[in-house]
């Protein structure tokens, strides 16, 4: 992909500067370091961790009552509730949920919940989008937050815009990147955009892979995203008008059939007749995670077509997961840090629990060889080779 620069006198401040690919001598690994291991019998979904208190939120796994625990780092449980009805619930849907601040965000289809660390209720705001997916207590996204200087706590809060029955040609030169709530008084910020030479706003619509994936901590200074069709990371800065600091571009990794039609095309139906195939056979950047300056971008291959073809007689989606491949990019301080970086290991990083270190998130019979009577997490460093 082709971008165009107007390259300033050397006196002048770039206010966003393009990152070249990292120097392919540097190599990273992840190392298992340490594990949580949880005295929980439920299988659990983890969903955020809290660094300067050591507590992790979990979630019980396709759980109807909203059955939620506040857990330490020893795997203790100190708070639980369930969330679904009764006085403390914030109902059935949720879209995103994680601490912010000695607060925990519940993010709805309709409104903003605020909890305390015991799991009561304290507050909340109206916020209404539409999201495409309406999931029973497990959560879309990482929940991604921002602390401006002045010391409030801000969190993402896109909730991944439903689908429109007809697209306006300049969809994307209107597309609002970041939406940001106070959770002290609920006022909505948007902003962030796409910049002009970006493939998507050359014209095309790629179904469903114009999702966006978000990382920022209250450490950060600044918001990363992603689209997961994109190969621009964009890292926005909410105290300069939402402007673009830094856009690097992240190589697209085969196989990777990415399929679009014209803005023009750009409709619901379109999206439903395009839809799978880009899920099936084009790469995506589907995951962000990191600590401060530190992001790790998760990218998944598209299924690799020989293995499609040796199963096209078998539905079972079992059969395709072995085509799949993942990766991780390392960001750091506005750079590409060397290579892409392979994950061979049962499923994926789920969240970062400390600098540089990543929680290992995947089924139990997965990731042991044998039955326990507890369920065991590995957490992994992002070590550079030697």
């Known amino acids: 992909m082709f971008r165009y620069f107007v390259f300033a006198c050397g006196f002048l401040l770039m206010l966003s500067c393009k990152e070249k690919p990292a120097s392919s001598s540097i190599d990273y690994e992840f190392v298992k370091v340490d594990s949580l291991v949880l005295d929980i019998l439920e299988t659990v979904q983890v969903m955020d961790y809290h660094h300067e208190k050591g507590l992790y939120l979990l979630v019980k796994q396709a759980s109807l009552e909203g059955h939620y625990f506040v857990v330490n780092d020893s795997g203790d449980i100190v708070a639980e509730n369930k969330l679904s009805e009764g006085p403390d619930a914030f109902g059935m849907v949720l879209l995103r949920a994680g601490f912010i601040g000695d607060e925990i965000l519940f993010l709805s289809d309709k409104k903003a919940f605020l909890y305390d660390l015991n799991l009561k209720p304290l507050r909340s705001y109206p916020y209404e989008q539409n999201p ?30 439903g689908y429109l029955t007809q697209y306006p040609t300049d969809y994307f030169d209107t597309l609002n990147l970041v939406h940001l709530i106070n959770v002290n008084s609920g006022q909505v910020l948007i902003g962030g955009k796409l910049e002009e030479g970006d493939e998507f706003r050359l014209g095309e619509f790629y179904p469903f892979m114009d999702k966006p994936v978000y990382f920022s901590d209250e ?48 409709n619901l139906a379109r999206v439903k007749e395009f839809r799978g195939d880009n899920v099936k056979f084009a790469g995506a950047f589907d995951e962000m995670m990191g600590y401060g300056n530190e992001v790790l971008v998760g990218y998944r291959t ?57 929680l290992q998130y995947a089924d139990q019979a997965e990731l042991h060889e044998t039955e326990k009577e507890y369920q065991c997490y590995y957490i992994y460093e992002l070590r550079q080779k030697d």
């Open 219 to 266: 450490k950060s200074k600044l918001i990363s995203t992603i689209l997961y069709g994109g190969s621009t990371l964009y890292q926005i800065d909410p105290q300069q008008g939402f402007q673009v600091a830094n856009s690097i571009e992240l190589p697209r990794l085969e196989p990777d059939v990415l399929s679009s039609v014209p803005m023009a095309e750009a």
């Open 302 to 358: 598209g299924d690799d077509l020989k293995i499609v073809a040796q199963n096209e007689n078998k539905s079972e989606v079992e059969e395709l997961l072995p085509a799949k491949k993942r990766y991780y990019y390392f960001i750091k301080n506005g750079k590409l840090m060397g290579n892409e970086i392979p994950w061979l290991l049962p499923g994926s990083l789920k969240i970062n629990v400390g600098e540089g270190k990543y």
């Open 132 to 161: 495409r997916v309406r999931m029973i207590h497990s959560a879309l996204d990482n929940l991604s937050t921002f602390r401006f200087s002045d010391e409030e706590n801000w969190a993402i809060a896109n909730l991944n815009d």
